[in-house]
């Protein structure tokens, strides 16, 4: 199938959950753009879509500042095109797209960074960065489990100048028989930028799980979550503190149909909205900070952290619950067996290769990675599957990665024997 037709495919397939976002997505700091040099590079983000989809909807597209360059991305692409001069230029080298539709793209520390994204029926829990130098996009590790879901992107994503926060509003799973699970507990997290640790941050305050899309704008301290009418709920990102029900009757965002919605493009000036209708003409403004300032709603916590207990016979229930399974987990510890046998190890076909040096593609094929993975994907779940095999089965085999004596340019795995 031609490359171009099957990247459309999957445009079409995923915009159907792309219903709460926005056409194109610009950040502007100072010091700003000109109108005329703002719709000049809109024209070209339109030149640029034009070569890939060609319907009305548009998948999702966002412009960041770095260094004082202007790049832009596009939802369901991995190329990263940068504003020279009177032209977009692309810096990604490598043909690997479709797993990122609607991925959260950000600016950390001069450093391009996605999280998240739907693609090949799955959701994609990782961060990635480009590599510029490489010309191409590398997963940044985690250093402990990160949050999951099935068949679903998170509701909505936003940042702080050290963190990335996650609110997780139900599962979608792909399958014939699909059925929506709302999350109500642990659908809000948040990464820390620095050391890239999860933290579970409890259930955020609102629920929005019955609602059909959540429709929300960021910008440099405010998260605007919005519907058609004519309310909204906004929370203060340094104080992770919100205020709901505020009367918010600019019409361009709030009053919007769910159709205009996906055609508006929103200039992002610090607090500042700009609404720009299909043809990059402006239809109002809005400051979210004087929004929330005049708001007469309470500011409260953004999450709770912990389940509100409203009587002591909840306590004496948690206390037994513990009780019982502290008792069941010490029974299983008891009957454990003292090691891990190669009956009980998850991927027989690696065992013959002990004490062996194996290419990445063995390695692959012993670890039940499809081939036709993506480059980046296969690398992920290799490295889980050494990392499961090194920790939970280091009496088995261990695996080591290291580069090729014959080739530097490539990696090659090295399966040693447990020592005794």
């Known amino acids: 199938m031609n ?32 109108a005329d040099s703002l719709r000049t590079i809109l024209i070209a983000q339109d030149s640029i879509v034009d070569l890939f989809y060609e ?9 960041l500042e770095k260094n004082g360059s202007l790049f832009f991305m596009l ?4 190329y990263v095109w940068e504003w020279q001069g ?11 797209h479709g797993y990122n539709f609607n991925a959260y793209k950000f600016v950390h520390n001069d450093r391009i960074y996605s999280y998240g994204g739907t693609g090949f029926w799955l959701y994609h829990p990782f961060l990635i960065y480009f590599d510029e130098p490489k010309r191409e996009w590398e997963i940044m590790p985690y250093t402990n489990a990160y949050p999951t879901v099935k068949g ?41 930028l620095n050391t890239y640790t999860w933290t579970s941050l409890g259930a955020f305050r609102i629920d929005f799980s019955n609602l ?88 409260q916590s953004a999450y709770k952290d912990q389940p509100e207990w409203t009587t002591s016979y909840h306590w004496a229930f948690a206390i ?18 003292a090691y891990s046998t190669p009956d009980s190890f998850p991927y027989p076909a690696l065992l ?32 889980q599957a050494i990392k499961e095999i090194n920790t939970q089965y280091r009496d088995i085999m261990h695996v080591n990665r290291e580069r090729s004596k014959q080739d530097a340019r490539i990696y090659v795995y090295r399966i040693t024997r447990p020592t005794t």
């Open 212 to 299: 059909d899309a959540i429709y929300y704008i960021e910008t440099k301290n405010y998260l605007d979550l919005f519907s058609n009418t004519g309310y909204c709920t906004l929370l203060h990102k340094p104080s992770l503190r919100l205020k709901e029900q505020i009367p918010f009757d600019f019409s361009p965002i709030n009053r919007a149909t769910r159709q205009a919605q996906q055609q508006h493009t929103y200039h992002i000036q610090r607090d500042t909205i700009t609404v720009l209708d299909p043809q990059f003409t402006r239809l109002g403004q809005t400051n979210l900070h004087t929004v929330y300032q005049q708001a007469p709603a309470a500011a």
């Open 75 to 78: 939802s369901g692409f991995s």
């Open 55 to 63: 319907q009305d909807d548009h998948p999702r597209g966002v412009a």
């Open 352 to 383: 013959p290769h002990k004490d062996d040096l194996i290419s990445a593609q063995r390695l692959d094929q012993c670890l039940n990675i499809p081939p036709e993975t993506s480059e980046s994907a296969r690398r992920n779940r290799r490295s």
């Open 152 to 192: 679903n992107n998170f509701s909505f994503t936003f940042t702080t100048p050290d963190a990335l926060f996650v609110y997780f509003s139900d599962e979608r799973p792909f399958r014939t028989t699909r059925t929506i699970q709302p999350i109500k507990n642990d659908n809000f997290y948040r990464l820390d």
């Open 3 to 34: 490359k171009r037709i099957l990247l459309a495919l999957l445009c079409l397939i995923f915009l159907a959950q792309a219903s709460h976002s926005q056409r194109y997505r610009i950040w502007d700091t100072p010091p700003h753009l000109p």
């Open 86 to 96: 009177e032209r977009f230029v692309n810096h990604y080298d490598n043909q690997f």
């Open 320 to 337: 037994l619950v513990i009780l019982g399974l502290t008792t069941l987990l010490w029974w299983i510890y008891r009957r454990r067996p």
